[in-house]
């Protein structure tokens, strides 16, 4: 628990614009009727849900520039320890995540969900690997350095992907070099099976080229402190966010702009937009002076982990709960509250409800100046 201290608005903003739009796009009130945006793309292409999770990396990223200051003040092992203990707690919270509630009910028999069918990989799994990789990047080696490892790992990626894939069909769902090197590495049992096979989108070799994603959001934060808040600085950043669209679009012909298999594409694409996004943020809030539409998301900004975590555990826990029967409390609050409105603008109702309702917590927290960092 730390008191507020100096932050960047408008990258609180960013955050906490990633996460009200990832809440409400993981918890439609029915997931059968919600609006085509609000849906990952199926395989290749994109839809704005699938900006989030690298959003959120590039915000990651942003932090990290500012705090490389307080790194220089400190020793190479006090570095490392940081780095590393920040890793393993959000590494495990994430399993601890998926593990949740711990326990199983079958046949009128309670028993300790088994550790060896818990998904291992997984989106705060994600964001503690690329952390740590992209902060020891940029902790000991130059910044050329660390631009030529991420492009180095984009064109690696592409390669692997050829090389290693299914010779018919190298980036089909079952077909790619992911899932073999997860089955290898982890088995059926640990991995998601969302996709109606084991397949993990967040898996091991589909974290290179994520991690490119915060060193990006890294220097993007380095510009920002420099001349981000000029003119001149927002002109660069907007025409740097353009350059990588423009280039993601002609290497999507030969290399799919794809979420699920993260491509290097869909780096450069997702790269850019946030380039652009966090321009236009501060053009409107630092230049415009327009700030107090800013307030709702600076609130879970602040607090982005804690807010994830509970708007994850809430909803798993209002599906264990079973009212009239088998029917879970989180069916019965969509049915009975918020179905008069229709089934698409029912099932967005609950969603943008349940957010509010995880955004009450920032709130809260945000009164009582408690900003929890790991």
């Not at 990006?216 to 353009?242: D, N």
């Not at 879970?300 to 879970?328: A, F, M, Q, R, W």
């Not at 967005?348 to 408690?370: E, H, I, P, R, T």
Request: aromatic letters at 16%; charged letters at 15%.
């Amino acid at each position: 628990m730390v008191s507020q201290q100096q932050r960047f608005t408008a990258l609180d903003v960013f955050r906490g614009m990633t996460i009200c739009l990832m809440i409400i796009v993981n918890t439609p009130g029915d997931s059968s009727v919600t609006f085509a945006p609000l849906h990952h793309a199926k395989w290749h292409g994109f839809t704005p849900t699938d900006l989030v999770f690298p959003s959120f990396l590039f915000a990651v990223g942003n932090a990290m520039s500012f705090v490389m200051r307080s790194w220089e003040k400190k020793t190479t092992a006090a570095v490392l320890s940081k780095i590393f203990k920040r890793t393993l707690l959000i590494f495990l919270l994430g399993y601890l995540m998926y593990w949740f509630p711990f326990y199983t009910h079958e046949n009128g028999v309670w028993a300790l969900s088994p550790i060896s069918h818990t998904r291992i990989l997984g989106v705060l799994q994600r964001i503690a690997l690329c952390y740590c990789f992209a902060s020891l990047m940029v902790y000991f080696l130059k910044a050329r350095t660390v631009l030529i490892i991420s492009a180095s790992l984009l064109l690696l990626y592409w390669g692997i992907c050829f090389w290693f894939g299914d010779p018919t069909d190298p980036l089909s769902l079952q077909g790619n070099a992911g899932i073999r090197l997860d089955l290898w590495l982890m088995g059926d049992a640990h991995m998601y099976h969302g996709e109606g096979v084991a397949f993990d989108p967040e898996g091991w070799l589909s974290t290179l080229p994520a991690i490119v994603n915060v060193v990006a959001g890294y220097f993007v934060g380095l510009h920002v402190q420099k001349s981000g808040k000029t003119y001149e600085g927002l002109t660069r950043l907007i025409l740097a966010g353009f350059a990588l669209l423009i280039i993601a679009f002609f290497w999507n012909y030969i290399f799919p702009i794809n979420k699920k298999l993260w491509t290097s594409s869909f780096v450069l694409h997702t790269v850019g937009l946030d380039c652009m996004l966090l321009a236009a943020i501060i053009y409107i809030m630092d230049m415009q002076k327009r700030t107090r539409w800013g307030w709702f998301f600076e609130v879970v900004g602040k607090n982005p982990l804690v807010v994830y975590l509970i708007s994850e555990l809430l909803v798993t826990v209002l599906y264990l709960v079973k009212v009239d029967g088998n029917t879970s409390l989180f069916r019965w609050i969509y049915l009975n509250l918020f179905s008069f409105a229709g089934d698409y603008w029912g099932s967005l109702l609950f969603a943008v409800a349940y957010m509010l309702l995880c955004w009450s917590v920032g709130y809260w927290m945000d009164k009582k100046k408690v900003y929890l960092r790991v």
